[in-house]
């Protein structure tokens, strides 16, 4: 079981907007930056999303972060079906010294 | 361009050891901290072993911990993974990836190696 917790999956239709939560704790979330992760289907995960908002040169606009205490929250807007895939939230621990990441949420774009 | 490539997987019976490894290129391999990160199949992300920059410091995830190594030459821009007394649970695509310094995300990532173990 993930310290980082997340919905399993998510599902919206062509255009819509979805949410995926990730909820932490203080020795986590609550005190170090947050990172979100791209996974599709066969291939490596890619940065989507670090230091709680900002992104990577080349990640559009329709994907954004958001941090409210110990919860993170990854926003994708005008879903096209190319987003299907699975989404992880990832922090470092400073209570265990190691790097955290969310269970995954697998967004299923209808 | 920036680029982590690993190499090393394969096939290999429970009790025994595996090397990975990891070239980086494209950066100054040096700066940054490194981490492995394995994904079992059909299963999501879990962290396995972070080395700092200079090799100074490292953590393990608690499952490896005693059976895990993780070491890097930075002569020669390489990651490395030993790993002993593995465990048909280990059987995972391993993943080399960068450390971004302040931030702490895992900017860059490599297209993993498959370590089976079975018997």
């Given at each position: 079981?993930?310290?980082?917790t ?63 205490g ?22 470092w ?11 995954g ?6 | ?12 019976q ?28 059909g299963?999501g ?5 972070l ?15 005693g ?33 971004a ?6 900017d ?12």
């Amino acid at each position: 079981q993930s310290v980082l917790t997340q919905p399993p999956s998510v599902s919206a239709a062509p255009g819509q907007q979805v949410a995926i939560s990730c909820s932490g704790s203080g020795s986590n979330i609550g005190i170090n930056y947050v990172s979100w992760y791209q996974q599709l289907p066969g291939t490596a995960p890619k940065l989507l999303i670090y230091e709680d908002n900002k992104r990577p040169s080349g990640i559009p606009d329709r994907f954004s972060g958001s941090k409210s205490g110990t919860s993170a929250t990854l926003g994708i807007t005008g879903l096209q079906t190319g987003d299907e895939a699975d989404y992880y939230c990832g922090t470092w621990d400073s209570g265990l010294s190691a790097e955290m990441f969310g269970g995954g949420t697998r967004l299923t774009v209808l | 361009q920036v680029q982590l490539v690993e190499s090393g997987g394969g096939v290999v019976q429970p009790g025994r050891s595996l090397r990975l490894s990891c070239a980086a290129s494209g950066f100054t391999f040096s700066s940054y901290g490194m981490h492995w990160v394995r994904q079992a199949p059909g299963k999501g992300l879990e962290w396995v072993a972070l080395i700092w920059y200079d090799g100074s410091n490292k953590y393990y995830e608690d499952s490896v911990k005693g059976r895990f190594t993780i070491s890097r030459d930075n002569s020669k821009n390489m990651l490395y993974l030993q790993m002993n007394s593995l465990r048909t649970e280990d059987t995972a695509v391993y993943y080399c990836a960068r450390r971004a310094p302040r931030t702490y995300a895992v900017d860059v990532w490599g297209q993993g190696t498959t370590v089976t173990v079975s018997s």
